[in-house]
Structure formats: C-alpha cells, structure tokens
C-alpha cells in the first residue's frame, strides 16, 4: 500500500469565502501515483470546512445567505464564545454545518466523483494562514 500528505495553505483576504480545490486535489492524487484507494481531504481549522457540490453559478451565494440566515457574523454579541475577545463565533457553527472533511474513492488513478461533484474548501474566518490535509492511501 502507498500512502500521500500534503498539506494545502490558503490566505483568503476576505471574511468568508468558497474556493473549488478539485484540481489541488487532482495534482496531489497524480503526484501520489495511486490508482485504487481512497483519498481523504479535511480542513485543519476549526472555522473552515471541506465539503462536495456544484461549483454552478448563484450556488455559493446561496450558501452564503443560508449560512449568515442560520448563524449571522453581527452582532457578535449575541455568541457566547465572542466573550473570549475573539469574534468567530459564528464561524465556529458554520463549520459544523459545512462539515470537516471529504472522502472521495480513487478508480484508476481519478477522483471517482458523481455528476458535477466537486470539491470546496469553506472559509469562515478568513484573512490569516490556514491549511487543508490530503491524504491518500491505496495502491
Ligand atoms: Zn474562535
């Protein structure tokens, strides 16, 4: 069995923001040289997600307008977590809601995706240094 890590570095600039890694993930599965296995992507930060969908046209919005519905940024005052002196309260839940990782199978050697999956990384907290883990195992 071969097995593969990298890690994927992101600097989004603004708050939130969804960012397609599908062809990250590709290079790393060609530069692992598996063919049969299974790779696994995940955020490495607790106010950012890893999750598969359409990367189609009004759909991040969307998201966008559920998430800040469900668990808006302001006021900041109403997370109890923000008592810390942080203000990612939010971020914190939107994550949960996004989910942490992905798996996706690896048949000959190509992400085994349904019809339009892709991958996305979700940030909630953005403007500083954050990773994403790819870790591929198989043969
Ligand atoms: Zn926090």
Same mark, same amino acid.
């Given at each position: 069995?071969?097995? /593969?890590?990298?890690? &994927?570095?992101?600097?989004? @600039? *603004?708050? =939130?923001?969804?960012? %397609?890694? !599908?062809?990250?993930?590709?290079?790393?599965?060609?530069?692992?040289?598996?063919?049969?296995?299974?790779?696994?992507?995940?955020?490495?930060?607790?106010?950012?997600?890893?999750?598969?969908?359409?990367?189609?046209?009004?759909?991040?919005?969307?998201?966008?307008? /559920?998430?800040?519905? &469900?668990?808006?940024?302001? @006021? *900041?005052? =109403?997370?109890?977590? %923000?008592? !810390?002196?942080?203000?990612?309260?939010?971020?914190?839940?939107?994550?949960?809601?996004?989910?942490?990782?992905?798996?996706?199978?690896?048949?000959?050697?190509?992400?085994?995706?349904?019809?339009?999956?892709?991958?996305?990384?979700?940030?909630?907290?953005?403007?500083?240094?954050?990773?994403?883990?790819?870790?591929?195992?198989?043969?």
């Amino acid at each position: 069995m071969k097995s /593969f890590r990298r890690e &994927l570095w992101f600097e989004v @600039p *603004t708050r =939130r923001a969804f960012i %397609n890694i !599908t062809p990250k993930v590709e290079d790393c599965l060609q530069k692992s040289g598996i063919e049969e296995g299974l790779v696994l992507v995940n955020a490495m930060h607790i106010t950012a997600s890893v999750f598969i969908n359409d990367d189609e046209s009004g759909l991040h919005q969307d998201f966008e307008d /559920f998430l800040e519905g &469900l668990v808006p940024h302001e @006021p *900041t005052s =109403r997370y109890r977590h %923000n008592l !810390t002196g942080e203000d990612n309260g939010d971020a914190h839940i939107k994550r949960e809601i996004m989910g942490r990782e992905v798996v996706v199978a690896v048949t000959e050697g190509k992400l085994d995706f349904g019809p339009w999956e892709q991958i996305f990384y979700g940030e909630f907290d953005g403007r500083r240094r954050k990773r994403v883990l790819v870790k591929i195992i198989g043969s």
